[in-house]
């Protein structure tokens, strides 16, 4: 052979990751990282249901698999975790993986509760690893945009906000078996919190009011499950917040935002799935997105190959590409969300407004691991 | 450890792919075969600027190099190749690379004549390899949208059709000595040919009336520099086609595609970069796409995608998830758009409509590799 | 003159109108009804500011002037009254209007507390005369469409409901002095507190919690000016609605109203002034709609003409094209919202959610002039 | 009474307007008149057609009726004539109403050939009267938010310019014997010629190349009816454009503009009926614009507005809030527009591009009632 150079070797060792969890979302960030984030491996897949996990490992060709997180935290090949277990898990898993040294990359909310969320966050600081938050808006392209608008003052001082997650449910509303009460304020409305957050940067929620209800299974209603709720934010400058969910949009997928101030006022979401337009005797239509992982299919891959990325650097001691050491949204995000959906739960109990608890408490929360 | 099962090492071999030319298309290939085509591998860069190819391998830190094309195509380890060449040498590499076995994706024009194309795409047949030609849009969401409403009959049958490539010249028009005098016809209406066939199924382009100019860089006029055209075509099926281009859009990069027939419209292109808005003094605004590999990012990974699936599933001579043996747009797209082409030019020469060359001298051009 | 015809003279003779108060908008409602409401006639303007009642006159070339609305009560060719007086006088004008056999079209709101509205609406009642409520966006075209998608279910059932107001404040804030501290709910939210109960038709208002801070001119915080309120509000049926508004809004005047159901989603709102889109090397960009009268020209005027041709119906006794003896918005319509905005105020002294008061005791609200 | 002042009637006497032709156009002008054009009255009807006359009479409930336009043109009472008969007689009744003295507002086009709109328009500018023609485009809000923009060089110098007509043909294409051959270029086209003139203001139409056939209803080829076209123009500033029709536009009345320059892109055309928006399991949708009557309600109204202005400014000797003595679209566009549609027909029947005769031979064509 006349090549002239054989080969240019240099690219680090890939970030190796283990997932915990192979459920709807592990199973999509698996996915990602087996085929859509550059530098990263799929290394190893637990979860308790075995046949999942190796039936996912098998569709991806790759990843070692076990029924015990413990494995993939005690193996010195991993680099880092991504954890998509259920909800009630996360706290005790963040808290190991620090503890083993490995990087976290968490599903959201980071906890149920704020005491179990600070001491998982403790042990992230203490072990000086990476901790990001699944928080995927950050990430979508139109939302990103939006953000940046905002950082440059276009829309001025923040006065009203809106962020709102209708979900189509898949089809069919999610059994009162399967999904904890509050969900909709702890897994749903935490994105919205997060955004609002996100664009009112500077701000501290203050004060929150929130209506829930049983409104698509009001037969639901008794064993706690809400499936709409209305939630609104009063925030240290003033602003007036309103999130809003809905876990049965037959159209599909809807994610917006919105910021209006003293200034002008910033938009993002999709309401169309393409650019594509059709005119026909009956009007003008379009397609809708209908999946999250297909709205947020970048943003998926993105926040991981951010994380990824910031991992590889604080392994090879190189400068990073993305924002290492000050991975955002981390551990002051995900806490701040948090404590708006357990103010938000008291809320409903009482039908009042109810004071969002300060982040004074966590004052060790900052430093590496924050933002 | 205890992992219960250590691997599934089921994946297939990845497919290597030789890239023949590195400059700007080239480059943004290699990277998406190097970090976006899954299962692919960029095993080999060729291109007589042999720093370019070794600056391109240190950056994605990975491929041989050589100056020399035909190192390429002697490599057993290679499957397929990816040509980037400059135009001219475009037919003489897709029959070298069939008569040497490899696959071949070719960046448009496949040619400069019939002739020289007939003669390239013969080998390709006669070697039984796959043949895939760069007409990106193909793969753009929002035209893959349009194109499945057109499949459904949603517009009926076409009477009027549009398409348009607005450029952005990278902020300066291209110098006259930098590109051949009728580059706004054979590498840049070219793709809006080939979309008009594609929309209009089954029907053959008849004949062509071009008006080009310099308008943008009046004084290129006279080295034959033209930088803005239209285009009237008329269909076997009666239907009528505009097709227009511009190389000096300051707003951006507008590819739009437009179907309007018997029952409907329907319309493709996307007008702003994301979704997000702004509302100013000034009134409501967003940005434009810029640059062609941000708007087609995802068109130029899954058409290397598909192109690297065929090439595997006939390697392993498995079945293939996407469309082996029939990879479109194929050998017969490459040709007729070709032939529209070079039938403008005579136009433009002519100031009269011109007569574009059927498909009948090209018969051998279709099974296997042809569309 | 070989006319066949000499003239079809069978147009009934115009509505007379008399006009109470000439500011912003009894002008712009005098220039409608000189000019655009077909078969009306302005004949009369009081105004205890007898020169604005002049110019207006003067600009229109038509109609007597009076400092006393007693005069304009009194006329016997006076058909109808349009009050368009301050705020404090609309109960007591409604009543003598009334009495004097006038029909009645009122600026909203109707009055300023429900014991003064019921005793104005009892006059009505006795009278039997028209009442309509100027809740114009009910005679705007997209809302008008979205309100005939509702009816025809395509969102299904209401759950969620939104509505908001940002005012341009025609390019400064009113100052405190000319604006009663209550405004932002009494004279704008109004508008939303209307559009929410007629997109959720037959549900009433149960129960509203409303936040209002001073965020545009917090020096005005004290005297109680609040430019800024969110309001969401729970209704009969289990829909939560938020009603929003702002009285700085720098882009333009921005009306938009949303309902999401158990179905889909309807939205109303224009974004921009015209169809028209620029794009430059700043991106895409557009201008927005800047004042009511000119979002809402159309409306303005379409609200007068049904007005008009339903007084026209009674007078002569015959059919009327529109829907003569039950006007909407009425006067039903006008309670309820006022009934609205008091809760709010109330809600916002508490900072709790407050119960809107049933319409029970307004049952003899209905009838003939009542909807 | 206590009326202060008992009239302001100092209103000047309305305009006077005599109607020729009670056809769908000529209906739809008096109704404008008759209710919507302030300032201005419907004083008489002509129609061969009596009946047709007396039914829009008497729908109106105004105006005196005759079989004989010549009528009208005598009665010292009109001031000004609407001329909206077919299309064969509009030269010879501009002329004979310029002769005796009336203004004139002109359905388009003004002629059928050069020499006899020459001899009309020579007519008009003898007896000094206003000539406008209703090309109504250029009162449409968007259209002038357009030309505004075109004006303030926001599209920089026009390079490719684009204007199209889709008609829905109210449900049913025109029988070829109600249609005369050339209908698409002489009635429909006609508005597009005089948009893209207008937008690229100041430069001449050169050259034509016109491609028509009968796609909608082949069976009416043979008899000349043609109902789909497109043309391009090259004008004399090296501006290339296209024009495009079509008679079966099924989902609505689809006009667009655009004009694509040195700097930039403007766009007009109203993709939907009004700003709501659905959002169902099929996605999302909108209405489309249906009658041109519908979409260009304000235009047709605007139109005979600044005409009637003009009309009455002249007569009475005042200054015009309008553009009095240069109104617009007047004599050189009618013309324009006519050379441009004469040349297409003639470029069909070649299949070759024709150029376009220039307006020196009517340069009597300017003046006061030019523009």
Redesign the interface.
């Known amino acids: 052979?006349?090549?002239?150079?054989?080969?240019?070797?240099?690219?680090?060792a890939p970030v190796r990751i283990g997932l915990i969890g192979s459920g709807w979302m592990g199973a999509f960030h698996a996915e990602s990282i087996a085929?859509?984030v550059?530098g990263a491996v799929l290394a190893?897949i637990a979860d308790p249901n075995?046949e999942s996990a190796?039936a996912l490992?098998?569709s991806?060709?790759?990843?070692?698999?076990?029924?015990?997180a413990e494995?993939i935290l005690?193996?010195p090949e991993i680099d880092a975790v991504v954890i998509a277990s259920p909800v009630r898990f996360h706290s005790s898993l963040i808290a190991q993986a620090a503890a083993a040294g490995k990087h976290v990359f968490c599903e959201k909310p980071a906890g149920q509760g704020l005491e179990e969320l600070d001491a998982a966050l403790a042990a992230v600081e203490a072990a000086g690893v990476h901790f990001q938050i699944g928080f995927n808006r950050r990430y979508a392209?139109?939302?990103?945009?939006?953000k940046k608008?905002l950082a440059a003052g276009?829309?001025?001082?923040p006065?009203?906000l809106r962020s709102l997650t209708?979900d189509p449910g898949n089809g069919s509303i999610p059994h009162a078996a399967r999904v904890p009460a509050w969900t909709i304020f702890l897994e749903t409305l935490i994105h919205d919190f997060d955004t609002l957050n996100w664009f009112n940067q500077g701000a501290e929620p203050v004060e929150v009011?929130a209506?829930a209800?049983a409104?698509?299974e009001?037969g639901l209603r008794d064993q706690g499950f809400l499936d709409?709720a209305?939630v609104?934010i009063?925030y240290s400058n003033?602003?007036?917040a309103?999130a809003?969910a809905?876990f049965?949009?037959?159209?599909?997928y809807?994610i917006r935002g919105e910021v209006?101030g003293?200034?002008?006022?910033?938009?993002?979401?999709?309401?169309?799935?393409?650019?594509?337009?059709?005119?026909?005797?009956?009007?003008?239509?379009?397609?809708?997105p209908r999946l999250n992982v297909e709205l947020f299919r970048q943003a998926y891959t993105d926040e991981l190959a951010d994380f990824a990325d910031a991992v590889r650097a604080q392994r090879d001691g190189v400068p990073s590409s993305s924002s290492a050491f000050t991975l955002t949204p981390g551990a002051a995000d995900a806490r701040r969300a948090l404590a708006m959906a357990l103010a938000c739960i008291e809320s409903v109990k009482q039908?009042?407004?109810v004071a969002v608890p300060g982040l004074a408490a966590s004052a060790a929360v900052g430093g590496r691991a924050g933002a």
Chains 1, 2, 3, 4 share one sequence.
Do not use: H
């Open positions: 052979m006349a090549y002239i150079t054989q080969n240019f070797s240099g690219l680090p085929r859509r550059p190893a075995v190796e490992a098998r991806l060709g790759t990843a070692k698999v076990t029924g015990n494995d005690a193996d392209d139109d939302f990103q945009a939006a608008d276009v829309a001025g001082t006065q009203l209708r009011y209506v209800d409104l698509v009001p709409t209305v609104t009063r003033g602003a007036v309103v809003e809905n049965s949009a037959l159209y599909g809807d209006f003293s200034k002008g006022m910033v938009q993002a979401g999709r309401a169309t799935e393409t650019a594509a337009r059709r005119y026909t005797a009956e009007g003008m239509s379009a397609d809708t039908n009042a407004p």
